[in-house]
């Protein structure tokens, strides 16, 4: 690797619930710098959970975070010619990444619905162990278990 590494940015917290963690799933889900409807998004999920759920949709989607986020991925080494999938450790900054964008990826999946309201049906079905994310999460788990004799090469 050349050079220093860019420094780690600070990002403020959302300015509804003051979380930084929702301040970067909003920023995820920005496009073209529109973080005013990047805002209307997250905000109207939550609204869409605590009607239809009639829950805190802080609560849920800390349930839906802590559910999608994996433990184990794979990465790709060369040893000696060969490519072998390694199974590693996820640390806490990327495990909310990866979270976070396969929460994105399957809430545009879903067709037929506003996209605040796709992202609030998404966050609900992972808090309860469904879903698309979770499926993402449990393939890359499986994937991890199944490479589980290359973890000597970590």
């Known amino acids: 690797m050349r050079g220093k590494q860019a420094p780690k940015r600070e990002i403020k917290a959302d300015p509804r619930f003051q979380r930084i963690d929702i301040a ?36 849920v989607y800390d349930a839906a975070i802590r559910n999608i986020s994996p433990n184990l991925e794979v990465k790709g080494k060369r040893i000696g010619g060969a490519n072998y999938q390694v199974p590693i450790v996820v640390t806490g900054d990327r495990r909310l990444t990866l979270a976070h964008r396969w929460l994105i990826e399957a809430s545009k999946a879903r067709k037929g619905a506003a996209m605040a309201v796709r992202l609030g049906e998404e966050l609900m079905a992972a808090a309860k162990g469904e879903g698309s994310a979770m499926k993402k999460r449990e393939d890359v788990q499986r994937m991890a278990e199944s490479n589980k004799a290359f973890a000597h090469f970590a």
């Open 24 to 59: 970067k799933l909003i920023n995820k889900i920005m496009e073209r710098g529109k973080k005013t409807t990047a805002q209307k998004v997250v905000y109207g999920a939550f609204d869409y959970i605590s009607d239809k759920a009639k829950q805190d949709p802080l609560e």
